[in-house]
């Protein structure tokens, strides 16, 4: 293939640390390395610094309130006369929102292949009512109308990626939306690996070697179901108080979930850690016996293949992605979810005896490796560009 010029438009980039973030920050470092250019068109906070690379272009925008870490840019617009300068090949719109919106309008007024991917569950259920209007009706019409501008913003595209085949039957019950692919997200192997070192990391958060240690990582928000893992640590703590519960991350519902905390007496045994830093991240996975992600809500949930590239298990709920992920007995297990009895059973079995899963755990990261993924997204690529320009 020859050498590409692909814009990236997002609505979440550095210095906002999420899995759309790790996504695009993996895919652009492996296609460069393979000779391709790759433009970010992001939304950011007025005043923020100008970015260091040329190949970074940031719009600002008001906060969104539901999400104070990410901003809705104003007039990302203009960013048509910008591509034409740069000689763009193909646009790959990572959001169909604000930013989505303006790289399809780039797209159609600048005659370029479009290809979407759908990152995040916004019509999903728990983010409807949790941060959808208040009003019944008013909720149920917005809901409809998501769904619509969802099916009129993928059908416009040439081709569209999910990151698991869960997603990706999903969109297909949707109707009409074209050549469906799925491409997961991908993971460093480099840095994520199970000679990653985390003794350090536990002699920093004070958690003993004879301690287990159970790690939530992600953004803090209700979609994400955190209540069940604390209410499992409250069930596990009567019967044993070798255990610590560690939530790294921040977001909108920190301080619903340290009420809760409160609330079920967790005490010390519950430490959160708020933002933590990218360096940071490999030896968190490593420092822990286990990730626990009880969110209904993930359409991979690439803190789980981080998790298992360092020799970490995964216990999270059967549902979506993660049911697919997952494969209890091998690389992690599952519980049913909500049920929070369920989650403290899986997580004890594997306190109990972590190293049956070590190997499953590495050969599942394998297959998510940045190359092998990067190679199914040019494959995307190639596809679009010899039907558009054919």
Request: glycine share 8%.
């Amino acid at each position: 293939m020859e050498s590409l010029k692909i814009a990236f438009y997002t609505d979440t980039y550095l210095p906002a640390i999420d899995g759309v973030v790790s996504s695009i920050l993996n895919f652009r470092r492996e296609l460069e390395r393979r000779g391709h250019s790759v433009y970010i068109i992001s939304s950011c906070k007025i005043g923020a610094p100008k970015p260091k690379s040329g190949k970074v272009l940031l719009y600002p925008g008001i906060d969104f309130k539901p999400y104070p870490q990410y901003s809705m840019a104003l007039f990302p617009y203009n960013s048509i006369v910008k591509l034409k300068t740069l000689g763009i090949d193909l646009i790959h719109a990572h959001t169909p929102l604000v930013m989505g919106f303006a790289g399809l309008m780039s797209a159609k007024l600048g005659r370029y292949p479009l290809v979407g991917s759908y990152h995040t569950m916004i019509n999903n259920k728990s983010v409807v009512n949790d941060y959808y209007p208040k009003n019944k009706q008013l909720k149920k019409l917005t809901s409809m109308y998501m769904l619509r501008y969802i099916q009129f913003f993928y059908r416009r595209c040439n081709a569209t990626t999910a990151p698991s085949e869960a997603v990706a039957e999903m969109l297909r019950r949707y109707g009409s939306i074209p050549n469906i692919s799925v491409v997961p997200n991908s993971i460093d192997l480099q840095r994520f690996n199970p000679k990653v070192d985390g003794s350090s990391m536990r002699q920093r958060l004070g958690i003993k070697d004879s301690e287990g240690m159970v790690l939530y990582l992600g953004r803090l928000s209700k979609e994400k179901r955190i209540e069940v893992m604390l209410k499992a640590a409250a069930h596990l703590l009567k019967s044993r108080k070798d255990i610590k519960f560690v939530i790294g991350g921040s977001g909108p519902a920190e301080h619903h979930y340290m009420q809760i905390a409160k609330k079920l007496n967790l005490g010390k045994s519950v430490v959160f850690l708020g933002k933590v830093d990218r360096a940071a991240l490999p030896h968190l996975y490593a420092a822990s016996d286990l990730l626990c992600l009880p969110s209904t809500f993930e359409t991979q949930g690439i803190v789980s293949l981080e998790s298992m590239a360092t020799g970490t298990p995964v216990v999270g709920a059967d549902y979506l992605a993660l049911s697919e992920l997952i494969r209890s007995g091998k690389n992690g297990e599952k519980f049913n979810p909500g049920d929070y009895l369920g989650c403290a059973r899986k997580i004890e079995k594997v306190l109990n005896d972590s190293s049956p899963y070590i190997s499953e755990t590495l050969k599942t990261a394998k297959d998510f490796s940045v190359e092998k993924v990067t190679g199914k997204l040019l494959g995307v690529y190639d596809s679009v560009l010899s039907e558009y320009n054919g």
